[in-house]
């Protein structure tokens, strides 16, 4: 009798899992193919697709970010052009903006862009004029937004955004005090620290890249 409950409740955690998996991978597909944004909006909607309405059976955003990694390098093959052309401008960008300690953030770190995601970065400095006043001494134009970020499990803060079009890319710049420089802010998707890169990192990330297409030929 308790066997047969134990081999069960295996069952239904393989069946659990395997509709986990259904749902994360059809996340995906929605995300690269249908412009989807949004981790909860996409799991919901693959759910639903798929006749899928337990909670048990819903992935973490971080196994969709992992689904929708492996769809791109299967089926779009020109993503990997286009990741290491926005990873490229990121470091050209760093540079410009090296005053402000910039740490490069989001799908273009995460490996996730695609054609409609902008270079993300978060700049450091107290007197948050500071940025604005570098874009336009250096003539480029931009518009200014603001964004929600979460510094820990108790604080969230509105911080000054600024975008702007190079190189035929968008541009997504954060404006951060110098103190959380030391800790990240957490990140929308799994409530951990956000993954940062700063521009020696980025530098090393694009070498071993390039390493790696030599050495496959």
């Given amino acids: 009798m308790h066997q047969a409950r134990q081999h069960a409740h295996q069952h239904a955690q393989t069946r659990t899992r395997e509709r986990r998996r259904r749902v994360a991978h059809e996340a995906a597909r929605l995300m690269a193919e249908s412009g989807y944004r949004d981790y909860h909006q996409a799991k919901l909607k693959a759910a639903e697709r ?69 270079v993300a970065l978060h700049l450091y400095c107290d007197d948050f004029e500071a940025v604005p006043r570098f874009l336009e001494q250096h003539h480029i134009p931009a518009e200014t937004r603001e964004r929600r970020l979460r510094l820990d499990r108790e604080r969230a803060e509105d911080f000054p955004v600024w975008v702007f079009s190079a ?28 993954k940062r890169a700063s521009t020696a990192q980025v530098r090393q990330m694009l070498a071993e890249e390039e390493i790696s297409l030599f050495e496959r030929g």
């Avoid at 990694?69 to 020109?78: H, I, K, S, V």
């Avoid at 926005?86 to 005053?99: C, D, I, K, P, V």
Wanted: proline share 7%; aromatic share 8%; glycine share 6%.
């Fill in 50 to 118: 798929l006749g899928i309405f337990d909670d048990a059976s819903l992935p973490a955003n971080r196994e969709i970010e992992d689904a929708l990694r492996e769809y791109q390098r299967l089926f779009q093959r020109e993503h990997a052009d286009g990741l290491r052309q926005r990873r490229e401008a990121a470091l050209r960008a760093m540079e410009f903006f090296a005053g402000f300690e910039p740490r490069l953030v989001g799908p273009v770190l995460e490996g996730t862009a695609d054609a409609r995601s902008p």
């Fill in 167 to 194: 190189e035929e890319l968008g541009f997504d710049l954060t404006v951060l005090p110098l103190d959380v420089l030391r800790q990240a802010p957490l990140s929308n998707i799994d409530e951990k620290p956000m």
